[in-house]
């Protein structure tokens, strides 16, 4: 079992260093927006006045989920196990955009129902799938403590490799559901507020996914439980892992870019097992799921796009990185008035 140690705090003074230079650059004050703030936060994550350039790692955590069998999602479970061999393959969306990036992409199977031996991905599988959310706790507390140090192995394998920003994706038919019960329980949203269509199910469909909520948040109205126990009560495995992936990556000292939905969910979850890891977080796109909004409220996040996307895997984030890259060039390039002979404001 990991223990949970105090995690550090970004750089104040390299802030305050960023902040200055930007008064400074020929621009007036505050004209590139939100590109100067994401670039003064690198420079306190980084501990450097100027941060270096950004180097993604992205690893996809995969997991099946129980509750599917209450019939709230369009697709069966067998698609998991599916879309990790097109990972592997090299054929979905995520694959795409970290060969664009140049990305390290890594794929782990935290919990995935079907039989996955012999392919190159990392095989960390807990159990295979969690229990129905519904009637009882999705995971043991030993199973979801095992899962959050899945993602923390995964942070420490990425970090080790040269990654200075981290990205966890997900895959696991079902998993909008013990992510809309993490986020109501967490954030004190009503399921009718969070609970969403997921991969597009029906009208009958939502409602019936709602009840399962509901259902599962019935269970423990009234209990006073930490953060592992929430995770393990309504949460599943690949989340759990991508709640470990941002814990250790705060503890080593290197950001996240949440994705959407499910990664917000397992955010919140990082956050009620430590809350300083929040200071480690960035949003990337607000997805078009229901309740994305809200969720990235409660943590206190602002997205930088709204892509009208909704797919998960990490893909919001990684279309992210380039805003990101720019934003530090920018910073890092532009030159000062001093520097080019211009006036400076009165």
Not at 165 to 179: E, F, K, Q, V, Y
Not at 198 to 226: F, S
Request: charged share 15%; net charge negative.
């Amino acid at each position: 079992m990991t223990a949970t140690t105090a995690l550090p705090r970004p750089d104040l003074a390299a802030y305050n260093a960023a902040r200055a230079r930007q008064s400074v650059l020929t621009k007036p004050a505050g004209s590139l927006g939100v590109l100067e703030d994401v670039a003064c936060r690198f420079a306190a994550w980084q501990g450097k006045t100027c941060p270096d350039a950004i180097k993604p790692a992205i690893t996809v955590f995969a997991g099946d989920h129980g509750v599917t069998e209450e019939g709230v999602s369009a697709y069966p479970s067998v698609v998991t196990g599916e879309m990790v061999k097109n990972f592997v393959a090299g054929g979905a969306a995520i694959c795409v955009l970290a060969r664009a990036l140049e990305a390290r992409l890594e794929v782990v199977d935290a919990g995935v129902m079907s039989p996955l031996d012999g392919l190159p991905i990392v095989h960390a599988r807990v159990r295979a799938a969690s229990a129905n959310l519904a009637v009882g706790p999705a995971m043991s507390l030993s199973e979801a403590q095992a899962a959050l140090d899945v993602g923390r192995d995964a942070a420490r394998r990425a970090v080790t490799a040269g990654a200075n920003l981290l990205i966890a994706g997900d895959m696991g038919i079902g998993n909008t559901t013990p992510s809309a019960a993490l986020i109501c329980h967490l954030a004190g949203q009503d399921a009718d507020a969070i609970v969403g269509r997921g991969t597009g199910i029906d009208d009958a469909t939502l409602i019936n996914k709602r009840r399962v909520v509901k259902q599962a948040l019935a269970r423990l109205a009234g209990q006073q439980q930490d953060g592992l126990t929430v995770l393990a009560e309504l949460g599943g495995l690949e989340i759990a892992a991508m709640a470990g992936f941002y814990l250790e990556g705060a503890q080593l000292g290197v950001p996240s870019l949440v994705d959407g939905f499910i990664a917000s969910a397992a955010a919140l979850a990082a956050r009620a097992i430590e809350p300083t890891v929040a200071d480690w977080l960035l949003a990337s796109h607000r997805s078009e799921e229901t309740g994305h909004a809200l969720a990235l409220q409660a943590l206190g996040l602002t997205p930088l796009v709204a892509l009208g996307m909704r797919l998960g895997e990490g893909s919001g984030a990684a279309a992210s990185v380039p805003l990101l890259q720019l934003a530090i060039r920018l910073h890092n390039e532009m030159a000062t008035f001093a520097e080019a002979g211009v006036t400076e404001k009165a």
